[in-house]
């Protein structure tokens, strides 16, 4: 099955600065790559999505890069706020597959 | 936000006692999904159902039991729970086809804590 690999488990930033996070995934026919965003209390919330047949997102301040060779994807945040703190995760999955799998999740801490 | 919603949104209960929890989706999807999130570990999918049918159980002892009346509803029937299921458990839905998988709509958890 599908296994993916997230990294780092805790991010901190200064705000203003720019955030990244990695994933990897195993199965090279998953084709569908969705960020989530989950605020401390709140329910996980789509922020991004990405299918393999593009390679690069953008959505304002946030972005989303897919190497299919190499099998990795992540999440770019630039000028970034307090109210980003949040955990992300990432996950994929295969057309026909109504079972995504999620990464471990990222803590992002933006200190003022 | 009111796409997918579920009840009760805190919920103490004993190792003994029996309880519920229930997640309706407005959002006219055809898939439906429990998960259990405890601090510090990853999102566990207990449950799968498409079209009504469960298709995905991932070892989940027998103490949980889902239930899905219709592709709208979502239940989760508890019994005899240990101090260790506590934790905030997440209904989700998602539109799926034969091409393509679409994103997951999360509702807002129920707060489990077993005593």
């Known amino acids: 099955g599908e296994n993916v690999e997230q990294h780092p488990s805790t991010l901190s930033v200064q705000e203003g600065d720019s955030a990244v996070i990695k994933c990897t995934y195993s199965d090279s026919a998953s084709n569908y790559f969705p960020w989530y965003k989950q605020e401390l209390g709140k329910r996980p919330q789509l922020i991004i999505d990405i299918r393999s047949n593009v390679g690069e997102k953008k959505d304002q301040r946030i972005a989303v890069t897919l190497n299919k060779t190499a099998k990795h994807f992540s999440l770019h945040i630039t000028e970034t706020q307090p109210e980003d703190s949040a955990v992300y995760f990432c996950a994929a999955s295969k057309g026909g597959s109504y079972i995504p799998t999620f990464g471990r999740g990222t803590s992002l801490i933006v200190h003022p | 936000e009111t796409g997918v919603t579920q009840t009760p949104r805190h919920l103490v209960m004993g190792m003994t006692n029996k309880k519920s929890l229930k997640c309706e989706q407005h959002l006219g999807h055809n898939a439906m999904y429990w998960y259990k999130q405890s601090a510090k570990k990853p999102l566990e999918l207990m449950f799968v159902y498409n079209f009504k049918e469960q298709t995905e159980n991932n070892s989940v002892p027998s103490r949980f039991s889902p239930e899905c009346p219709n592709s709208s509803h979502l239940f989760l029937h508890l019994h005899t729970l240990q101090p260790e299921d506590s934790a905030l458990y997440l209904c989700?839905?998602?539109?799926?086809?034969?091409?393509?998988?679409?994103?997951?709509?999360f509702g807002p958890g129920t707060r489990l804590l077993v005593l």
């Open positions: 989700a839905s998602s539109q799926v086809s034969s091409g393509a998988t679409e994103t997951q709509y």
